[in-house]
């Protein structure tokens, strides 16, 4: 895949072969930085509607329980919803970037193993690409485990895995003369 194919990839394609081509991640690394963020912030967004939907009903939830509170919130709702998403938001943001840069961190350490010539910046997006069968299953479990610390370590483990697996498709170490 050349530069000009990786640009006029859809986000539709990327999605597709991401789930089911280790060969294409390795290949993704070519993918533009543009094309890249707008993959990224799209599951960013879906992470942060599902956390601000939970935010909602957990705020009618609790209110219920006070009744002054109720209508402190009734006031307030035009300033506390917009805050929360945009929170929630960045935290999502944070959060995602700080795990895709420590899984490509991880890689980074072990293409070497491999006999792998791999730069960060490659694998950066190569483990933003990997990270989608985790994010499915995280966006899936989220309403139901939250907080499952067993569902947090098996989308990582998951996620390696994809990308050890592209990893093969990496350029070999130059051999020293």
Known sequence: MNRKEACLMSLVTLFKSSLLSAKKLAAFRLVPMGKTMQYIFLFI??????????????????????????????????????????LLFVVQTLLIFAR????????????????????????????????????LLLLAAYPFLPENLYVQWFSYALTLGFVFAALKYYPKLAKKA
């Open 100 to 135: 895709i840069s420590i899984l490509s961190g991880i890689a980074l350490l072990v293409a070497p193993l491999l006999k792998r010539r791999a730069e960060y910046r490659f694998l950066w997006r190569t483990t933003l690409f990997a990270n989608t069968w985790s994010f």
């Open 45 to 86: 967004l879906l992470f942060s509607l599902l956390a601000f939907s939970q935010f909602v009903l957990g705020i009618g939830e609790t209110t219920k329980q006070f009744d002054g509170l109720v209508d402190y919130f009734n006031e307030i709702s035009w300033l506390l919803y917009p805050f929360a998403f945009v």
